[in-house]
């Protein structure tokens, strides 16, 4: 089987309107193949489902009745529901990427290599395909949510946005995932690097608790971090009057740029898999 070489830049400019439908339409069909996945096996979003409610049920009750930490206006298990939010998207994508080792011990991911996709297709496919994981989260927390009485904001351009956030979020921590992947090779490497950077992501974040209770180090180390700036953009679209820390276009700004980044670069490592 022949390797694919990726079409060149005259190619691409020759008819850019078709270089780009047939680009959106490979990967819209790998996010289709993700979501077969998901129909034929949903314990794997139900497992998920678990821990999530622990944090909101347990932690987020306790420490709300308990009022260690100052959350200004905000109960606390309201203040951390985007945060649990998106702690819960991080842990469905940090470890996309051991899917990626699979399907290439499986002999799939060769089989994607030899057809003519650009490499960032099969990179951005597999992200939206996190995103698409990461909404279901979504759906359990909002109901969760209305069950323990937390005050949200419900209008159709807040949720929208929350999608949004989601999905982003899950798309670049899924392919940061890839390129790790793609460097260590082997799953025991990934389970390891997977585990060492999801506490370090969460914690070093403003999921739990405000930045301004971090010691001046951490809120350095929190302005560098991507999960800051999806759990900022979460808290300012589903709290009624929350601030932000940052502001919504910076949030965005952040995610979108770090996402599309990783792609760049996951587009140049995936191909690595199979070497």
Same mark, same amino acid.
């Given at each position: 089987?022949?390797?694919?070489? !990726?079409?060149?830049?005259?190619?691409?400019?020759?008819?850019?309107?078709?270089?780009?439908?047939?680009?959106?339409?490979?990967?819209?069909?790998?996010?289709?193949?993700?979501?077969?996945?998901?129909?034929?096996?949903?314990?794997?979003?139900?497992?998920?489902?678990?821990?999530?409610?622990?944090?909101?049920? *347990?932690?987020?009750? *306790?420490?709300?009745r308990a009022n260690m930490i100052n959350t200004g206006a905000y109960p606390y298990v309201d203040y951390i529901t985007p945060g649990i939010l998106s702690q819960s998207v991080?842990?469905?994508?940090?470890?996309?990427?051991? !899917?990626?080792?699979?399907?290439?011990?499986?002999?799939?991911?060769?089989?994607?290599?030899?057809?003519?996709? @650009?490499?960032?297709?099969? +990179?951005?496919?597999?992200?939206? %395909?996190?995103?698409?994981?990461?909404?279901?989260?979504?759906?359990?927390?909002? +109901?969760?949510?209305?069950?323990?009485? *937390?005050?949200?904001?419900?209008?159709?351009? !807040?949720?929208?946005?929350?999608?949004?956030?989601?999905?982003?979020?899950? %798309?670049?921590?899924?392919?940061?995932?890839?390129?790790?992947?793609?460097? +260590?090779?082997?799953?025991?490497?990934?389970?390891?690097?997977?585990?060492?950077?999801?506490? @370090?992501?969460?914690?070093? %974040?403003?999921?739990?608790?405000?930045?301004?209770?971090?010691? @001046?180090?951490?809120?350095?180390?929190a302005a560098w971090n991507p999960m800051t700036y999806m759990v900022d953009a979460a808290r300012s679209l589903m709290l009624p009057g929350y601030p932000g820390a940052f502001g919504l276009p910076m949030d965005f700004a952040v995610l979108v740029g770090c996402t599309a980044l990783l792609i760049l670069v996951g587009g140049r490592c995936y191909?690595?898999?199979?070497?």
């Amino acid at each position: 089987m022949g390797k694919y070489e !990726a079409p060149g830049r005259d190619e691409r400019l020759a008819d850019p309107l078709l270089y780009l439908r047939r680009y959106v339409t490979k990967t819209w069909a790998l996010v289709v193949m993700e979501a077969q996945k998901l129909r034929h096996d949903p314990t794997e979003l139900l497992t998920r489902m678990v821990q999530p409610a622990l944090w909101l049920v *347990v932690f987020g009750e *306790v420490f709300t009745r308990a009022n260690m930490i100052n959350t200004g206006a905000y109960p606390y298990v309201d203040y951390i529901t985007p945060g649990i939010l998106s702690q819960s998207v991080l842990f469905v994508a940090i470890f996309y990427g051991i !899917a990626a080792i699979w399907e290439r011990d499986l002999g799939i991911l060769h089989k994607f290599m030899a057809t003519p996709t @650009p490499r960032t297709a099969l +990179v951005l496919g597999k992200a939206l %395909s996190a995103g698409l994981r990461g909404l279901s989260q979504v759906v359990m927390i909002l +109901v969760l949510a209305v069950v323990l009485g *937390v005050r949200l904001v419900w209008t159709p351009l !807040a949720l929208l946005g929350i999608l949004a956030v989601v999905i982003l979020g899950a %798309s670049l921590f899924a392919t940061l995932s890839l390129i790790i992947a793609s460097l +260590v090779k082997t799953r025991e490497r990934f389970m390891g690097i997977g585990q060492l950077l999801t506490m @370090p992501l969460f914690f070093a %974040s403003n999921a739990i608790y405000p930045l301004s209770l971090m010691p @001046p180090a951490l809120q350095a180390v929190a302005a560098w971090n991507p999960m800051t700036y999806m759990v900022d953009a979460a808290r300012s679209l589903m709290l009624p009057g929350y601030p932000g820390a940052f502001g919504l276009p910076m949030d965005f700004a952040v995610l979108v740029g770090c996402t599309a980044l990783l792609i760049l670069v996951g587009g140049r490592c995936y191909e690595g898999l199979v070497r």
